[in-house]
């Protein structure tokens, strides 16, 4: 029997923020606590055990970029990143809002 065919399913989110390489890091440091992190100063990568997150900070936004395996764990990341996000910038005002790749 053949394996079926996984497909990953993919959402972006771009954060207007005043100093988005900062807050980048931050999240990237706040993660490294529990999952794999690589990073550079304008990007970082998010291992998570069945999920990728990609952060790349430009000059006045931080697009985020989450691949997961299922559905699910797409949402699920979509959560824990915007949630995370927002502790990490408490003092900055600004909405996360994902949209799903074609």
């Keep these: 029997m053949e394996e079926p065919i996984?497909?990953?399913t993919t959402a972006t989110a771009i954060v207007i923020l005043?100093?988005?390489?900062?807050?980048?890091s931050r999240l990237a440091k706040h993660f490294e606590h529990r999952v794999s992190v690589e990073?550079?100063?304008?990007?970082a990568r998010i291992i998570f055990p069945d999920g990728l997150c990609t952060l790349d900070a430009g000059?006045?936004?931080?697009?985020?970029?989450?691949e997961a395996n299922a559905s699910d764990a797409?949402?699920?990341?979509?959560?824990?990143?915007?949630r995370h996000l927002k502790q990490v910038a408490?003092?900055?005002?600004f909405?996360?809002?994902w949209t799903p790749a074609a």
Excluded at 39 to 43: C, N, Y
Excluded at 90 to 93: D, K, R, V
């Design 74 to 82: 797409l949402a699920r990341y979509e959560e824990v990143v915007a």
């Design 6 to 8: 996984r497909t990953k």
């Design 95 to 97: 909405e996360v809002i």
């Design 39 to 43: 990073r550079t100063e304008t990007s």
């Design 59 to 66: 000059d006045k936004a931080l697009t985020l970029r989450i």
């Design 90 to 93: 408490s003092q900055e005002s």
């Design 18 to 24: 005043p100093t988005p390489a900062r807050y980048m």
